[in-house]
């Protein structure tokens, strides 16, 4: 029970003393991510926090100021503090005091600057001086460069260099070396120079009777869908990207749409549709291009904020294609910055952000694997349709050949609320096999609605039945 209780006193006591601690309280330097990350070259600048003790620091008490690696202080100079020309201030060569109200007045102002390339720190430390001692919860200002409290105010130079997010460190201790107190404050943040938002995604349903046109209001045709977004830049913080041009990019299937017809905001576009490689190159892609726009779409130091709406139209009477999951990447590709170079490609600011699809208003079903006319095997498929109606289909396929089929009629209704079953010569006559044994992917498209109409498929052989996998099954 005694052993106990010591181990309570002790964690009290911690706990007392883990809560007592100077602060340190600053506006951070806000910068740029992306502009750390690519190695901005920073510049020189006035670093400025207040500092409130909790505890007594009798007079010869030292106070160390302890900076991060991303902290340099250059050439920045200390010495003898001499009082400023303001009440309640002083100076040592570049740093700056503001005691305030306060009674209290430092000295010996020594300022170390490590060697980065050893791994060492920068550091500035100062005694209070003899006199009036620094006591509990007496608060009191620095300014690193360029302060304003020596004889000629603001005529200095600024000194130091913030490369990144950084924190700096306090310690105190009395003349016998004995710890006062230590404290924390962050002096600069890190957060992203970019926004990105797709506003309006696609959403075009093509029309299962007329798949060259997309179902509009109240079951009408009409010819286009569109996508809305939203990018920020600010190149108002600290080590931001200059001059930034972007590429913002919307990838799928788009194949058969010639171009886009778009109008944005901030002037002409450079809208483009992507194609890809071969002998017979689709859409797989479509780009819009992006300029810094300095003074006219914002005022100067705050955030540029690019709109635009692209609007796809289908330009000829091929169907219009399924897309798939459509997302939008957006590519940083040349800056104004010296000495940054970007990765091969661009930098990469946002990527597989979703964007929508183009999907067909009807039930698709996908049976990615289907021999005909295999020696000993018998292929057939049964569609069940639930529905109090009889039900078109349309087939597409393509071979191990690489050859493409259709789109054709099924040839048949799938009767209402029947189990109709396509069997395997069906299948040859409908493709034009001719008895040549063929492995098809078959996708059937089917005028009802998403789980109406269902499909088994079966191959079987002297071996037995095997139940051939749909896109059905697999949730897809």
Known sequence: MKLFKKALLATAVVGAMGAQAATISSTPLKLSAEGVALKVTPTAGKLTFDIVVDKDHP??????????????????????????????????GDVGFDYGTGSFTFDDVKVTNGDASKGELDSISFKVNLG???????AFRVVLGNHQYDATPGAGV???????????????????????????????????????????????????DQLSRFVGANGTAVDTDTVKYTFENDESLGLALTGVEANIRFNGNFKGVVSPIAAGDLGTDADSVVMSTGTTPVAIAVNDAYAYQDGSATA????????????????????????????????VTSVTNAGVTLPTG??????????????????????????????????????????????DVIVTAIDNNGKEYGPMNLGAKLAANTVTKISEPAMDTLFGLKGVATKLSVTFNIDA???????????????GRTEVSTSQQRGN
Do not use: C
């Not at 789980?451 to 071996?463: C, H, L, R």
């Open 132 to 138: 009036n001692p620094l006591t509990a919860n007496s």
């Open 300 to 331: 100067a130091g705050e955030k540029d904020k690019y709109v635009n709406t692209i609007t796809f139209q289908n330009q000829s009477t091929t169907d219009i294609p399924v897309t798939g999951d459509v997302d939008a990447s957006v590519t």
């Open 158 to 208: 600024n000194k130091v260099i913030v490369k990144g997010a950084s924190t700096l460190s306090y310690v105190s201790n009395k003349a016998d070396k004995t710890q006062i107190e230590t404290g924390t404050g962050v002096i600069a943040t890190e957060q992203t120079q970019f926004g990105f938002s797709v506003d309006t995604k696609l959403d075009g349903l093509i029309k299962r």
């Open 449 to 463: 609605d998403k789980g109406d109409v269902n499909a088994y498929a079966v191959s079987q052989n002297d071996k």
């Open 346 to 391: 661009g930098y990469s600011a946002f990527s597989k952000v979703a964007a929508g699809e183009w999907a067909v208003d009807a039930t698709i079903i996908n049976v990615p694997y289907l021999p005909v006319n295999a020696p000993n095997t018998d292929t057939f498929i049964h569609f069940a349709n639930e529905t109090d109606k009889e039900v």
């Open 59 to 92: 007079s010869s008490s030292v106070i160390t100021l302890k900076f991060d690696k991303n902290v340099e202080l250059g050439t920045l100079t200390g010495g003898a503090v001499t009082q400023g020309v303001g009440s309640g201030t002083a100076y040592a």
